[in-house]
């Protein structure tokens, strides 16, 4: 793997709403068990910013 574990910092906990498409910073798992709101539309909906390549493979 050659991505820099600042990059992986940086994009890998960031989540998008798919509603409003507000920014939130969480970690993967609680976004999965939907524990993590979105602060402006109480969705549970998110989206990963950056598509984690470690599961692709
Ligand atoms: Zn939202």
């Given at each position: 793997?050659k991505?820099?574990?600042?990059?992986?910092?940086?994009?890998?906990?960031?989540?998008?709403?798919?509603?409003?498409?507000?920014?939130v910073?969480?970690?993967?798992?609680?976004?999965?068990?939907k524990?993590?709101?979105?602060?402006?539309?109480?969705?549970?909906?998110?989206?990963?910013?950056?598509k984690?390549?470690?599961?692709?493979?």
């Open positions: 793997m991505i820099p574990e600042a990059e992986v910092r940086l994009f890998n906990r960031v989540f998008i709403c798919r509603k409003c498409k507000a920014k910073r969480a970690s993967t798992p609680r976004i999965k068990a524990l993590i709101v979105c602060p402006k539309c109480k969705s549970r909906n998110f989206r990963p910013k950056v984690e390549k470690r599961i692709a493979k």
